[in-house]
């Protein structure tokens, strides 16, 4: 089994800075792209950003000089470090990998829980 943990998050003001860690962890081959997505009350879950194992980026729009991902490929974990946060930032955050648990079987998308970020004065 493969197990995906966020932690990070909680309440920030407009303007500030948060940090997301992203953990994979269990029965784990190798990890193909990393990422955060997020949802917002009443929208539908749309990409952040993503990582390849390369260390090729990804980037929603809307978070583009703002937040930056990174990877540890040694430790399976995946950053997103969130700076001048905006109210429309707020949302669970979900990080995502992609993982083959032998190198016979294709990758399979692994999903945490979500981390809620909320962006307040």
């Known amino acids: 089994q493969v197990q995906v943990m966020e932690s990070g998050g909680g309440l920030v003001q407009p303007g500030g800075s948060v940090r997301l860690s992203c953990a994979a962890s269990g029965n784990i081959f190798s990890i193909n792209a990393m990422g955060w997505y997020r949802q917002a009350p009443g929208k539908e879950r749309e990409l952040v950003a993503t990582i390849t194992s390369g260390g090729v980026t990804n980037y929603a729009d809307s978070v583009k000089g703002r937040f930056t991902i990174s990877r540890d490929n040694a430790m399976n974990r995946v950053y997103l470090q969130m700076n001048s946060l905006k109210p429309e930032d707020t949302a669970a955050y979900y990080c995502?990998?992609?993982?083959?648990?032998?190198?016979?079987?294709?990758?399979?998308?692994?999903w945490g829980r979500g981390t809620q970020v909320t962006v307040s004065s």
């Open positions: 995502n990998a992609g993982v083959k648990t032998s190198r016979w079987f294709a990758a399979k998308d692994y």
